[in-house]
């Protein structure tokens, strides 16, 4: 069963009620669409699931189903690079000169590059715990171990 068929399958059965549609990267394994339905009258939800591979990731739309997951489909589509096929998704969040999808975790945060991490104050120290010998550097998760000062 497509995932069309299989969103349109939960519509009839009287899940009406579109509440979200997102992503997560799965890094290797590509990632997963997951699409949250509610059914207003039984007050119950479902939660529909879809993978996709990392290459040319992408999925027919539902908007035909749902006119409501045209602009979840368009947010996913510009932080992940996921396509919705049958969908003109144009931009919505980022500007135009932006290049990149930055929810996938394989894209480097530039603030993550260019500022030090987790900055020169941790919770609980005062400016007198400054004064003693430096500490180790860290350096924040998802950041490419020879980029950013060291």
């Known amino acids: 069963m497509t995932w069309f068929d299989r969103v349109q399958a939960a519509r009839d059965e009287g899940f009406t009620f579109f509440d979200f549609l997102t992503a997560v990267d799965l890094e290797a394994e590509g990632f997963e669409v997951v699409l949250r339905l509610w059914d207003p009258l039984r007050h119950k939800e479902i939660l ?18 749902f006119k409501g997951a045209g602009w979840h489909e368009r947010a996913t589509a510009e932080m992940f690079g996921i396509a919705f096929v049958g ?3 144009q931009r919505l969040l980022l500007s135009e000169a932006f290049d990149g999808t930055p929810l996938r ?12 991490w987790p900055g020169a104050k941790e919770p609980g120290e005062s400016d007198a715990d400054l004064q ?4 180790r ?8 171990k020879d980029w950013g000062p060291q």
Do not use: N, W
């Open 48 to 65: 529909l699931r879809e993978q996709v591979p990392r290459d040319a990731p992408s999925l027919p739309t539902v908007t035909d189903l």
């Open 87 to 89: 969908h003109e998704t």
């Open 105 to 116: 975790k394989d894209f480097v945060l530039a603030a993550r590059v260019a500022k030090r």
């Open 132 to 135: 003693a010998p430096s500490r």
């Open 137 to 144: 550097r860290l350096q924040a998760p998802g950041t490419p």
